[in-house]
């Protein structure tokens, strides 16, 4: 099977898969994990506040989108945000907002999910006298948690959080069903248009494997430097 | 300045912590607060900085009342000091941002003036050389100095002790005990949860003993050690005296 490997398919590639296919890939990931992180603390921030409604609704939401398989939730934004804009604004034709902006909206709400329990597990972990010690002192609640409380709970779970965005670099791949030119978009393309598909599916296996790999040795080595000493 | 009346807490309707607990401190004055453990003493002094909140009675620091819903908690709380069993302070951040933190953040002080007067105040508790360090780099000693050092920064009218030696090792408990008498010595008004009955014979006005969430005994320093009017408190002495 492999006598027959043509590596030269795959160099011939390089540009189009990285330049187009890894720049979307790493585009997409970094935003989501960006918009994710901010929506997912507000949401682990809103389960925590003790006002319940506030806390049933986060919990509903986190609930929800934990449920759904991720390829349908692409999917049925990328189909259903056009009427939502449609509706929003009053527009008498369904917005088109792109496949781009589609996914990134997709991938922060459903990461967010991910990411809030993440960040309520780090906030739980600070001692309640932390708090304390802090109102103690005169600050407010969003002066404890801005001060106090979130920057020791992001330094306690720097690492796992690192590693859910590891996983949604992989996940960031499901894209394909929107036909979307990401890396394994870009290689599928070339795989059916040479008729090479050992070669170039097996190199997009190889990319994504080292990439993820360096990224959780880097995880360890990040742990170490930026643990609180204790 | 603080005055506390007639105040009831429960955790549950079946389980009230403090029952009619009514005592004053005037300004100026040391206040020790014993007690045997699961007495109420630390959630009361809790309460006179709303950190605790309680169902009846009221509780007047300076004149504002901490359980009214309008009144400015943070800023009631800014200038009221609060030195913690487990010190609490804040392990990510240097020592001198621990002092540093409120005084920029609430008080409004340019980071320059807090610095100065975090240093003044290290200096003060003998810890200038420490100021760069990480809380888990000190001994427990010299963490809790630090705590009263960060209180201390915010200019507080009342500091406020809750068993502030109780977590640390024996041969570290005189040390914070030095700051606190020179602190009691320089007229702070001071509410101090405590079993160490030195102190309290050192510098204490007054001694409350409760138990069972009742204030059993509220009276000046002789009286209290030279004959407690109760037989709780008569018992409570007896046993953290008698080693």
């Given at each position: 099977m492999?006598?027959?490997?043509?590596?030269?398919?795959?160099?011939r590639?390089?540009?189009?898969?990285f330049y187009?296919g890894m720049?979307?890939t790493?585009?997409?990931t970094?935003?989501a994990?960006?918009?994710?992180?901010?929506?997912?603390?507000?949401?682990?921030?809103?389960?925590?506040?003790?006002l319940?409604?506030?806390?049933?609704?986060?919990?509903?939401?986190?609930?929800f989108?934990?449920?759904?398989?991720l390829?349908l939730?692409?999917?049925?934004?990328?189909?259903l945000?056009?009427?939502?804009?449609q509706w929003?604004?009053?527009a008498?034709?369904?917005i088109?907002?792109?496949a781009?902006?589609?996914?990134?909206?997709?991938f922060?709400?459903?990461?967010?999910?991910?990411?809030?329990?993440?960040?309520r597990?780090?906030?739980?972990?600070?001692?309640?006298?932390?708090?304390?010690?802090?109102?103690?002192?005169?600050?407010?609640?969003?002066?404890?948690?801005?001060?106090?409380?979130?920057?020791q709970?992001?330094r306690?779970?720097?690492?796992?959080?690192?590693?859910?965005?590891?996983?949604l670099?992989q996940?960031?791949?499901?894209?394909?069903?929107?036909?979307?030119?990401?890396f394994?978009?870009a290689a599928?393309k070339?795989?059916?248009?040479?008729?090479?598909?050992?070669e170039?599916?097996?190199f997009?296996a190889?990319v994504?494997?080292?990439?993820?790999?360096i990224?959780?040795?880097?995880?360890?080595?990040?742990?170490?430097?930026?643990?609180?000493?204790? | 300045?603080?005055?506390?009346?007639?105040?009831?807490k429960?955790?549950s309707?079946s389980?009230q912590v403090?029952?009619?607990?009514?005592?004053?401190?005037?300004?100026?004055e040391?206040?020790v607060?014993?007690?045997?453990?699961?007495?109420?003493?630390s959630?009361?002094?809790?309460?006179?900085?709303a950190l605790?909140p309680f169902?009846?009675?009221d509780?007047?620091v300076d004149g504002?009342?901490?359980?009214d819903?309008?009144?400015?908690?943070?800023?009631l709380r800014?200038?009221?000091?609060?030195v913690?069993?487990h010190f609490?302070?804040?392990p990510?951040?240097?020592?001198?941002?621990?002092?540093?933190?409120a005084?920029?953040?609430?008080?409004?002080?340019?980071?320059?003036?807090?610095v100065t007067k975090?240093?003044?105040?290290?200096?003060?508790v003998?810890?200038?050389?420490?100021?760069?360090?990480?809380?888990?780099q000190?001994?427990?000693?010299?963490?809790q100095?630090v705590?009263?050092?960060r209180?201390?920064a915010?200019?507080?009218?009342v500091m406020?002790?809750?068993e502030?030696?109780s977590?640390?090792?024996?041969?570290m408990?005189?040390?914070?005990?030095?700051?606190?008498?020179?602190?009691?010595?320089?007229?702070?008004?001071?509410?101090?949860?405590?079993?160490?009955m030195g102190?309290?014979?050192k510098?204490?006005?007054?001694?409350?003993?409760?138990?069972r969430?009742e204030i059993?005994?509220?009276?000046?320093?002789?009286?209290?050690?030279?004959?407690?009017r109760?037989?709780?408190?008569?018992?409570?002495l007896?046993k953290?005296?008698?080693?």
């Open positions: 492999l006598g027959n490997f043509d590596f030269d398919v795959i160099r590639a390089l540009p189009y898969l187009e720049t979307f790493l585009t997409l970094g935003l994990a960006l918009g994710g992180l901010i929506f997912g603390t507000a949401l682990a921030l809103m389960r925590l506040s003790g319940k409604l506030l806390g049933r609704i986060a919990g509903i939401y986190v609930d989108m934990r449920s759904l398989p390829v939730v692409i999917f049925w934004f990328y189909f945000v056009p009427y939502i804009g929003l604004t009053g008498s034709r369904p088109s907002v792109g781009f902006a589609s996914s990134l909206i997709t922060i709400m459903f990461e967010a999910a991910y990411f809030s329990e993440i960040m597990a780090g906030i739980q972990s600070i001692s309640r006298g932390q708090p304390a010690a802090a109102s103690a002192l005169g600050l407010t609640y969003a002066q404890t948690m801005r001060y106090v409380v979130l920057p709970a992001f306690n779970m720097l690492p796992v959080l690192i590693t859910q965005t590891i996983v670099f996940d960031t791949s499901l894209v394909y069903v929107l036909s979307i030119t990401d394994l978009g599928s070339v795989a059916q248009r040479d008729g090479r598909l050992v170039m599916y097996l997009a190889v994504y494997f080292t990439i993820s790999c990224a959780s040795f880097g995880v360890r080595r990040l742990q170490a430097r930026i643990a609180i000493i204790r | 300045m603080i005055e506390i009346s007639h105040v009831n429960w955790y309707p389980f403090l029952t009619d607990c009514t005592t004053s401190v005037t300004k100026g040391v206040v607060v014993c007690g045997p453990s699961g007495s109420g003493k959630t009361l002094i809790k309460c006179v900085n605790e169902q009846s009675g509780i007047l504002t009342k901490v359980n819903p309008k009144t400015n908690l943070p800023k800014s200038r009221v000091g609060m913690f069993q609490e302070l804040f990510h951040l240097k020592i001198i941002d621990n002092l540093c933190l005084q920029e953040k609430v008080l409004g002080r340019g980071h320059d003036k807090s975090g240093m003044q105040l290290l200096e003060r003998g810890l200038k050389e420490q100021a760069q360090k990480f809380p888990a000190l001994s427990g000693g010299q963490q100095r705590a009263i050092a209180a201390l915010m200019d507080p009218i406020l002790f809750d502030p030696t977590a640390l090792d024996p041969e408990v005189s040390e914070v005990l030095d700051v606190m008498v020179d602190l009691a010595r320089e007229g702070m008004t001071m509410m101090v949860v405590t079993h160490e102190f309290a014979r510098v204490a006005n007054r001694v409350i003993f409760m138990d969430g059993v005994e509220d009276a000046p320093k002789e009286d209290f050690f030279g004959k407690p109760s037989d709780r408190a008569q018992k409570f007896s953290i005296l008698s080693h």
